[in-house]
């Protein structure tokens, strides 16, 4: 792929965009997003953040706090997300997380090799923090990733266990006649509104591309976070600093209540921490108090304990000359 080419970035405010172009997959042309914005100063540092499901980049205040770090921001709209989706494809759907090793890796080049950084700081969240542990396991030795950081990583299912187990290997056996058919446990509606601002929260997210009702998992993507899921079970062999955030709480995030801004509605956090040091060796675990799915869109409060366990662990592991910085929003 030659150098990219960024325009303007619908997030205004110094974002800039440039389009990946992907080979073609069982659903035809397929293009990723490669969104930045640059530090105040010339650096050798970066940081690239990938999204969840249902999910696309939007959270400028994330970017605010790297860049005052002294981090170019970069993030990636994954291939049928947000920025990225087309009308020929199905919404957040894959059947194989492997895939999005091509985006990874070229965004990887574009921000190492194209634009000269040296530290590429790895920051997944959700399903994105599942599809970056798994693709840091497979790049491990070849100096690609420098550090990961986690934000409520889909490590787990959030369901009990016979549907964990039963429930989940008979999709995954059948799914190669029913890959894009619904499968039941879509999430509700409760958890988007506890974030938007014209409900119950204090974001303003385009609802197409994240959708406050969520959105259906369809059996070939079940399938796919299946196996992803059981890699992490067996133990993968990450060989750079991790650090895991999770909520010190779940709660059920169907339906709206007050409870949703304090705890993770979307996946079960002890399930989270519990599998959290099988990702690699030198692993982190941090508890959030109060702390939402999104951590980083936790209340105000909140998200600068967030702010501060990451500040203090990338001055520990990956910059020894970051400079102190304090989160706008």
């Known amino acids: 792929m030659g150098d990219p080419v960024y325009a303007p970035d619908i997030l205004g405010g110094g974002f800039e965009a440039t389009t990946l172009t992907l080979r073609d997959d069982a659903e035809g042309p397929a293009v990723a997003t490669l969104v930045r914005r ?25 970017a605010d706090f790297h860049t005052g770090l002294g981090f170019d921001f970069y993030a990636l709209d994954l291939r049928s997300y ?7 494809r199905l919404t957040n759907y894959i059947d194989d997380l492997g895939r999005y090793a ?13 634009e000269g950084h040296d530290v590429l700081l790895v920051n997944g969240h ?14 491990a030795g070849r100096g690609v990733v420098d550090g ?5 990583p889909f490590l787990d299912l959030n369901a009990p266990l016979v549907t964990r187990t039963v429930g989940v290997r008979a999709v995954h056996a059948a799914r190669h006649y029913v890959a894009q058919r619904p499968v039941p446990g879509a999430l509700g509606g409760g958890y988007g509104q506890s974030l938007h601002r014209d409900h119950h929260g204090e974001w303003a997210f385009d609802t197409e591309w994240k959708s406050l009702a969520g959105l259906p998992a369809y059996a070939g993507w079940v399938a796919a976070v ?12 990450i060989d750079v600093p991790v650090l895991v955030m999770a909520s010190a709480a779940s709660v059920d ?19 989270i921490a519990l599998l959290a040091p099988r990702l690699g060796r030198h692993v982190t675990i941090v508890r959030i108090e109060g702390g939402m799915h999104d951590l980083v869109l936790s209340g105000a409060p909140v998200r600068d304990r967030v702010f501060g366990e990451l500040r203090r662990w990338i001055g520990a592991y990956l910059a020894t000359s970051a400079k102190s910085a304090t989160p706008s929003g």
Do not use: C, I, M
Not at 102 to 114: G, I, P, S, T
Not at 148 to 152: E, I, T, Y
Not at 253 to 271: K, M
């Open 148 to 152: 990961l950081f986690l934000n409520s």
């Open 38 to 62: 640059r530090a105040d100063a010339p650096t050798r540092r970066a940081v690239l953040y990938v999204h969840g499901f249902n999910d696309y980049f939007f959270q400028t205040h994330l």
């Open 126 to 139: 959700s399903t994105g923090g599942l599809v970056t542990a798994l693709w840091a396991h497979h790049r």
């Open 102 to 114: 091509e985006e990874l890796d070229e965004a990887a080049r574009v921000v190492k090799e194209v």
């Open 226 to 237: 299946h196996r992803g899921h059981r890699a992490v079970a067996r133990g993968l062999a």
């Open 253 to 271: 995030g169907r339906v709206w209540s007050e409870a949703l801004h304090h705890a993770d509605a979307v996946l079960d956090a002890n399930r």
């Open 82 to 88: 947000g920025r990225s989706l087309r009308p020929h």
